[in-house]
C-alpha cells in the first residue's frame, strides 16, 4: 500500500492548529523560507508577456535541457549531452520517472536507511520492493561497502544514494562513494543518485556527482536534481534526471503520456536560476550557515537529546530516544511518533518523526527557518522536555 506522504502529513497538522490560531513553530516542512530570488521572478513575467504560455516538448525545452547538461559538463566533469536531460515537475517527480524506467515487479532496490520519505514509496508504485539497509548513528548513518555487497541480490535493479541526504544531512565523503562505485561495478546495478541538496553543504563537506566518480558510471547512473532547494523555487515544480540516451528517451516518452512537460514559466524562471547571477544562492547559503551553527548549539544543551552535525541539506537529525517512557506535558511518550505529535499539540513545535524515514528514536527539525523563530522553537522544547 502507498503510504501519503509523513512531512506533509506534519505539515498538515500543523497548519490546521494554525488556522485554529495557534502559533505553531513549524519545523516539519522542507523547503526554505526564503521567496525565488527576484532575478528569477523577472524571468517568469518576461517569459509570461513575451507568451511563452504554451505546450512545449514533453522532456523540456531545449534551452533548459542544454542548461542543465552544461552544468554536468563544466561544473561535475560529466560530459553531458542535451538529450539525457529530461525536465519534470520537481525532483519527486524525477525520481518517480526514473524508477518507472528502470523497475518492476520482482526487482529489488537498495536503499540506505534512513531515506528520504518518498524513497520506498516509489519503489512499491512500480512493483519492485525496497530493500532498506539500517545505517546506525554510530556508523556515521552512511552505508559501507560490505553491507551494499550483501544487499545485492539477482534481483537488485538499483541502489539509491542520496548525499547531502535529507533526513540526516550526512555527506559521504568523495572516497567513500568511490569506494561504493567500485562495488557497484563489479555488478550489473545501476545507481539512482538523488543529488538535490548538491549545493547545501558546509564546513568540511563537499558534494560529490556520483557519475562523476568513474568513466564506466554515466551509462549506468540516473542523476537526479532540481532547483527547488538551492533557488527557494519549490512551488515552480522544476527537477531533472540525467540519463543514459536510451533511459532518457524512455523517461521522456513516459512523461509525455503521464504529464506532458512541466509548466513553461517554470522552465524559463529555472534557466534563470542556472544560468544568471548565483548571489542569492551565497547568501542563502550564509544563512543556512548561521542556522545550522544556532539550532547544534541549542541541541547540545538540550536535555538527553544528540545530533551528528549536518554536513549538508538544512535538517537536524536529532537522537530523542532517551525520552522515550517517559511523560512529557502530561502525555505518555514512548516513540518518535508519540514524541512529535506531543510535541505538537503541548509545545506548538512541529518536527517529523524518525520512524517516517524509517529510523525510529529520531526526530527531523529543518533549520530553513528563520532564526526568531528557531528560538522559540528551542525555547519551547526546552521547557517542554523538562516538563
Ligand atoms: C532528498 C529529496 N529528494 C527529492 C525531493 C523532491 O524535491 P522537489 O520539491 O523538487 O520535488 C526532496 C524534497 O524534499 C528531497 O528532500
Redesign the pocket.
Known amino acids: 500500500m502507498i503510504e501519503p506522504s509523513a512531512?506533509i502529513a506534519m505539515g498538515t497538522e500543523a497548519r490546521k492548529l494554525k488556522a485554529r490560531g495557534v502559533a505553531v513553530l513549524d519545523f516539519a516542512l522542507?523547503?526554505p523560507d526564503f521567496d525565488t530570488p527576484a532575478n528569477i521572478q523577472e524571468a517568469a513575467i518576461r517569459a509570461m508577456r513575451e507568451g511563452k504560455t504554451h505546450y512545449t516538448p514533453p522532456a523540456g525545452i531545449p534551452e533548459l535541457r542544454e542548461a542543465v547538461a552544461a552544468v554536468y559538463t563544466d561544473h561535475h566533469g560529466v560530459k553531458t549531452d542535451a538529450a539525457q536531460v529530461v525536465v519534470s515537475?520537481?525532483?519527486?517527480?524525477?525520481?518517480h520517472n526514473a524508477l518507472m524506467a528502470v523497475c518492476g515487479p520482482g526487482d529489488e532496490v537498495v536503499i540506505p536507511s534512513p531515506y528520504?520519505v518518498?524513497y520506498s514509496d516509489l519503489v512499491k508504485l512500480t512493483g519492485a520492493t525496497p530493500v532498506l539497509v539500517p545505517t546506525p548513528e554510530s556508523a556515521g548513518f552512511k552505508m559501507t561497502v560490505e553491507q551494499f555487497r550483501a544487499a545485492v541480490t539477482p534481483r537488485t535493479k538499483l541502489l539509491m544514494i542520496?548525499s547531502p541526504?535529507?533526513p540526516t544531512g550526512v555527506v559521504y565523503e568523495r572516497s567513500e562513494l568511490a569506494a561504493l562505485a567500485e562495488e557497484v561495478l563489479k555488478t550489473d546495478v545501476g545507481v539512482l543518485s538523488?543529488e538535490?541538496?548538491e549545493q547545501l553543504t558546509y564546513g568540511d563537506a563537499k558534494p560529490t556527482c556520483f557519475a562523476g566518480l568513474h568513466p564506466d558510471l554515466p551509462a549506468r547512473t540516473i542523476t537526479?536534481s532540481?532547483?527547488?532547494?538551492t533557488y527557494a523555487m519549490?512551488g515552480w515544480?522544476?527537477?531533472w534526471t540525467v540519463a543514459p540516451p536510451a533511459v532518457s528517451k524512455f523517461i521522456g516518452d513516459l512523461q509525455s503520456q503521464e504529464t506532458s512537460n512541466p509548466c513553461s514559466v517554470s522552465q524559463y524562471a529555472a534557466i534563470e536560476a542556472i544560468t544568471g547571477p548565483q548571489d542569492s544562492v551565497k547568501e542563502m547559503k550564509a544563512q543556512f550557515t548561521r542556522r545550522r551553527a544556532y539550532v547544534l548549539e541549542r541541541i547540545e544543551k538540550l536535555p538527553g537529546v544528540t545530533c551528528l552535525p549536518p554536513g549538508g541539506?538544512f535538517y537536524a537529525f536529532m537522537n530523542v530516544a532517551s525520552h522515550f517512557g517517559r511523560v512529557l506535558g502530561g502525555k505518555q511518550v514512548d516513540d518518535s511518533t508519540s514524541f512529535c505529535l506531543t510535541a505538537l499539540s503541548q509545545a506548538n513545535v512541529a518536527l517529523v518523526m524518525g520512524s517516517a524515514f524509517g529510523a525510529e528514536g529520531f526526530a527531523r527539525m529543518s533549520f530553513a527557518t528563520d532564526l526568531a523563530t528557531l528560538e522559540k522553537g528551542f525555547d519551547a522544547l526546552e521547557k517542554f522536555l523538562a516538563s
Open positions: 512531512t522542507g523547503e515537475n520537481g525532483a519527486k517527480h524525477a525520481i528520504w518518498s542520496n541526504s535529507n538523488d538535490i541538496y537526479v532540481g532547483v527547488s532547494k519549490t515544480r522544476i527537477g541539506a
